[in-house]
C-alpha cells in the first residue's frame, strides 16, 4: 500500500479569524515550492484542511523531508485516499492499511470517523465502532482503549474516503509571507544563517545582504555566502542577494580611524548600508545574527553604538542564546558545515588586537568626523556598485 497524498495540519493558522486563507494560501504557495524537486503534486484546500497529492511518482522520503522545511505545517499525514465510500469497501481497505503499515499488532487503537458527508447512511459513531470490531476480527492481537490509545486510526467520509493514523511533526511556526519582509545581514559565519531561519519561521520573507572586500576577501568566501543563502532558501524562500563591495570603505576607516575602533565603526557603516537596500525592497526590520557578549563587537555597549545608526528595529534572535544552541540549529538547519569552512571574513581581516569592548557612542561618533572628507563619496560608490544575485534552493 504506498501513500500518493498528505494531509497537511497547520496549527497557528487556524486561528486567524478573517485572514485565515491569506495564511493558507501562503501556505499552499510555499508547499508549492518545496514540492517542486520532488514531483507534480496537487496542492488544494478542503473545507480548513490542505491535501497534496502526487500526479505522479514520487520518492516518500524526499516528499516528507521537504515538506518538514515549510513553515507553518504543525503535522505530516501520510494519507490514503479511496474513491468508493461504500462501507464494505472502506473496511477492507482499513484492513488492509492497519496489516500494511504495523507489523507488530500488539497495540491498542481507536477509530476517529468524521462524516462531511451527512448524507451518509451510517452515522459516524456507528462507522467507527464497526470498522473497531472489523478490525479486532481480522487481527486478534489488536485491542481496543477509545482514552488512551496507541494509535488512532482517523476515516473521514467526504466524496472520497481518507484514511490516516500517523503524524509527522512538522516545522511549526508561521507560512512565509505572511509576516512582512526583513533584511538580513548575512556573513560566512555561523549566526546569521541561523538568525534568517529563526526569523523567517515567524512568517518573515527575507532578502540578505553581504560585505566582501575583495581582494582581501575571496570569491571563495562570497561563494560560500551564496551557498549559505541557498541552504536557507530551502526554508525562507527565494531570497534576494545583495553583495556590497565594502573594500575602499573599510581602507578608509582603517587609515584613519583608531584600530581599536574599527570593527564598531564598521558595523555601523554595515548597518547603514544595510538599511538603504532594506528600504528600498520595502523590507520593515533588519536581522542580524549577535548575541550578547559573543565577541567585543557584540557587548551590550556595542550593540548600543551600533544599533543607534539605524531608523528600522533591528531584530536580533539570537540574542539570548549561547554559541552551543546556535551551532546545535545550524547542524539541523544544515548550514554549520558550509559556516565553518575556513574561508576569510571582511571583518576578521580588519580586525584590532584588542577592541575597544565598552565604545562611548560620542568618542566613535567622533572618530567617524576623520571619515567626513571621503565617506560620502565612498558610500554612494558601494550602493551603486552592489550586485544581485536572485538565489533559489532549487
Ligand atoms: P556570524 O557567525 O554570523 O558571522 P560572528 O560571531 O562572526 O557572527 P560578527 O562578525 O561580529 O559575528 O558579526 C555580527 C553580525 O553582523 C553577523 O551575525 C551578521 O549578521 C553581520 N555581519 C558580520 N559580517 C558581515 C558581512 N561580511 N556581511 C554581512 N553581514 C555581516
Ligand atoms: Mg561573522
Known sequence: MEFKAFLIKYAEIGIKGKNRYLFEDALIQQMKYALKPVGEFHIRKESGRIFAEALEEFDFDEAVE????????????????????DFSHIARVVSEYVDDRYNNKNFSF?????????????KSMEVAALLGEHLLNCFEELHVDVHHPDVT?????RNKVYIYSEEI????????????????????????????????????RIDATYFHAPPYTSE?????????????????GPIN?????????????YEKCPHDELTIIMRRYMMKIAEHFAKESKCLALVTGESIGQVASQTMQSLFVTNEVCDMPVFRPCIGMDKNDIVALSEKIGTYETSILPYEDCCTIFVAKHPVTKPRLDVIKK??????????????????????????AH
Open 153 to 157: 486510526i482517523t476515516v473521514e467520509i
Open 367 to 392: 572618530s567617524e568626523r576623520k571619515l567626513d572628507d571621503c565617506i560620502d563619496e565612498l558610500m554612494k560608490n558601494a550602493l551603486e556598485t552592489e550586485e544581485v544575485i536572485k538565489i533559489n
Open 169 to 204: 511533526p512538522g516545522p511549526g511556526g508561521m507560512p512565509i509571507g505572511t509576516n512582512g519582509k526583513a533584511m538580513l545581514l548575512l556573513s560566512g559565519g555561523i549566526d546569521s544563517p541561523v538568525a534568517g531561519y529563526m526569523i523567517s519561521k515567524r512568517g518573515v
Open 220 to 236: 571563495r568566501a562570497k561563494q560560500k555566502v551564496v551557498d549559505l543563502a541557498k541552504q536557507i532558501a530551502k526554508y525562507t
Open 110 to 122: 481507536k477509530v476517529n470517523v468524521r462524516r462531511a458527508d451527512k448524507k451518509y447512511p451510517i
Open 66 to 85: 521537504a515538506l518538514s522545511c515549510v513553515f507553518g505545517i504543525s503535522g505530516i499525514c501520510p494519507i490514503i485516499i479511496e474513491d468508493d465510500n
Open 241 to 253: 542577494l545583495h553583495i556590497v563591495n565594502f573594500t575602499d570603505i573599510q581602507m578608509a576607516i
